[in-house]
């Protein structure tokens, strides 16, 4: 009875392991060598390995239960023996089979789960010939009793954005709440190349290089993206990123080239909610933006992604210039900044740049002159006309957009 007790406390300290991982805790798995790879290899199948915990756990109890009953059937001379057997089998059971294991496995998910992964396994090759079965009555019990289940129609993220915008009405939704929700929306409409931190705006450094030399480089200064940015010893391309505002100095003097990470590489096309799913599920902070030539053009850090879920206008002006996108000057006027997005003005004033392969005004302006913007250029989309005002290096092009009133 003591081994059986033991057996189950195992299959619920599995149960509890394995089922509690996070995201995270399941991708540094495989760094754990042969035992996490096997681990991986069970959760790959986790209905399976529910099943079969779950029928393990049910056959030591059962069995645990018919020898404290032939044990009490034995005793039934001592009633109070008998009794007193009955009931600490049920407690043993509960506490010591299913309680305990639980809790001290939900303090240390990962030493656990490589703990029992080889015991698990052998189980499941045991339990292999009957899993099928299982799955089978599974899915034939849900089919008879849920026989009207239907999912639910796919809701599109422009749906979802004017349901947050109706909800502002409401009450219980304060202003600020309702502004991050519609941020969190806008992500998934959003591309990266309309987010990202232009390759021409970044400053990188080609190996061999020493941290001395990278401190005469930047002058004092951190760079604009708060990232010291690698690239390939014969070429350009953007390989490892240190966050020089997450480290320490003592880190720097001794083993600065061990705190660069690895980057990772998105399409230009790629949405911002892509980008930043995969940013959390490989634990790295950078991800190089790629056009489909294969050429870096720019970059998105996880800080970028967050500050905009937090603020009160999308863009890149407020992050890369420290300017607001767009500025009332006066009646039906306003300065933009050249890195204003397309989208924003689509929505304040109700027109389309659909026609234009450009995310940018600045990028519009190259697009409809054939050239790049100088001073005092004008160009005109149905009642907007833009005006440029000045081209700065450090600032991109300032940009002056008058509405003009159609004549009735």
């Known amino acids: 009875m003591f081994i059986l007790l033991m057996c189950s406390a195992f299959c619920s300290m599995s149960e509890a392991a394995f089922f509690s991982l996070s995201q995270s805790g399941r991708s540094a798995l495989a760094e754990k060598g042969t035992l996490g790879k096997l681990a991986c290899q069970l959760l790959?199948?986790?209905e399976q390995l529910l099943n079969s915990i779950l029928l393990s756990n049910l056959f030591f109890n059962l069995v645990f239960f018919t020898l404290s009953g032939i044990l009490s059937f034995q005793l039934n001379e001592h009633s109070s023996f008998a009794w007193g057997i009955a009931i600490g089998a049920l407690l043993a059971v509960i506490v010591f089979g299913e309680i305990i294991p639980k809790n001290l496995s939900l303090l240390s998910p990962q030493f656990f789960v490589l703990l029992t992964c080889v015991p698990l396994s052998l189980i499941m090759r045991i339990l292999q010939p009957i899993?099928?079965?299982?799955?089978?009555?599974?899915?034939?019990?849900?089919?008879?009793?849920?026989?009207?289940?239907?999912p639910e129609s796919y809701l599109r993220v422009s749906d979802l954005e004017r349901a947050v915008a109706l909800s502002g009405n409401d009450a219980t939704l304060l202003m600020r709440e309702q502004r991050s929700l519609q941020n969190i929306v806008a992500l998934s409409d959003m591309e990266a190349a309309e987010m990202m931190r232009p390759r021409s705006w970044l400053k990188?450094?080609?190996?061999?290089?020493?941290?001395d030399q990278i401190l005469v480089e930047l002058k004092g200064t951190l760079p604009r993206s708060g990232y010291c940015l690698l690239t390939e010893s014969d070429s350009d391309e953007i390989v490892s990123a240190l966050?020089?505002?997450?480290?320490?100095?003592?880190?720097?003097e001794t083993d600065w080239e061990e705190q660069f990470e690895d980057v990772i590489y998105v399409p230009w096309s790629t949405s911002v909610a892509v980008v930043f799913d995969c940013l959390q599920q490989t634990h790295h902070k950078v991800a190089v933006v790629v056009n489909e030539f294969g050429e870096t053009i720019g970059i998105i850090t996880i800080d970028d992604i967050i500050a905009t879920l937090f603020t009160r206008e999308q863009g890149r002006s407020r992050g890369l210039l420290n300017r607001r996108e767009m500025k009332l000057i006066s009646i039906n006027r306003w300065q933009l900044t050249g890195l204003t997005n397309l989208r924003t003005l689509e929505r304040k004033f109700s027109i389309s740049f659909r026609k234009y392969s450009s995310l940018t005004v600045s990028g519009l302006l190259r697009e409809i002159l054939?050239?790049?913007?100088?001073?005092?250029?004008?160009?005109?989309?149905?009642?907007?006309?833009?005006?440029?005002?000045s081209v700065d290096d450090d600032y991109g092009v300032s940009v002056h957009l008058t509405r003009t009133v159609p004549s009735a």
């Open 243 to 252: 966050c020089l505002t997450r480290v320490t100095a003592s880190k720097l």
């Open 204 to 211: 990188t450094f080609q190996p061999p290089i020493s941290f």
């Open 370 to 389: 054939k050239r790049f913007p100088r001073v005092g250029d004008e160009c005109s989309v149905e009642t907007l006309l833009f005006r440029v005002m």
């Open 44 to 46: 790959e199948n986790p």
């Open 131 to 150: 899993l099928p079965t299982l799955s089978f009555l599974y899915l034939l019990t849900r089919r008879l009793f849920f026989p009207d289940f239907t």
